[in-house]
């Protein structure tokens, strides 16, 4: 009995994980410059929407040359990174944002990792066992997380393409998911469900 239990609100889970991404916020698809639809201004830099816009609905997910990123607009700032967290892949898009020590985190859907809007880095709360009363403290598990340059201008936001010069642990789940996001998401359900 127990079992069914279980397996009740397992499906129930899924059934809410499919409600959350089918009517999350909507993402804008912006396609590679290899297909010559994208605006790429003479410095190298990827219209990604109107600033106003983009801080109405406080978060949009773009295409840059293929990587799905998302742009989040949260106390007055601009952040963007790579829409896939670096731990499974889980769709940052649809995370919550929450204030850690003073810094702005995106924490992801799936396994709650926490990730810094600003560098990048995956904290974790850990314990000195070798203090007499340990008390459990933010830490860094050091950058995880691409994060790209933002530019305002004219209105316009801005993001610069990527420097693949520096690999980043989300760097993996970008190009497994590079071409298709949300689609691959899609996919990984209807063959798990048929299972």
């Known amino acids: 009995m127990l079992d069914l239990v279980v397996l009740g ?9 499919f409600l959350a991404i089918w009517r999350g916020p909507k993402d804008v698809d912006l396609h590679s410059s290899d297909t010559g639809t994208v605006e790429r201004e003479p410095d190298g830099l990827i219209l990604i929407g ?15 040359n293929g990587r799905e990123v998302v742009v989040f607009y949260h106390e007055g700032k601009f952040h963007a990174l790579d829409s896939r967290c670096y731990h499974e892949g889980g769709p940052l898009c649809l995370g919550e944002i ?38 459990p403290q933010w830490q860094s598990k050091g950058v995880k997380q691409r994060i790209h340059k933002v530019t305002i201008d004219n209105g316009n936001v801005y993001v610069s393409p990527p420097d693949l010069s520096v690999s980043f642990d989300s760097d993996y789940f970008a190009d497994k998911y ?7 998401m899609e996919k990984q359900s209807n063959s798990q469900a048929a299972e």
């Open 50 to 64: 109107k600033e106003d816009d983009i801080k109405k609905s406080q978060r949009i997910t773009a295409k840059v």
């Open 98 to 135: 929450e204030d850690i020590n003073g810094q702005a985190c995106i924490i992801c859907p799936w396994h709650k990792y926490r990730i810094t809007l600003e560098t990048g880095e995956g904290l974790y709360e850990g314990i000195n066992p070798l203090e007499p009363s340990p008390t």
């Open 178 to 184: 590079k071409n298709s996001g949300d689609l691959a």
């Open 9 to 17: 609100l397992h499906f129930f889970t899924c059934f809410l994980l």
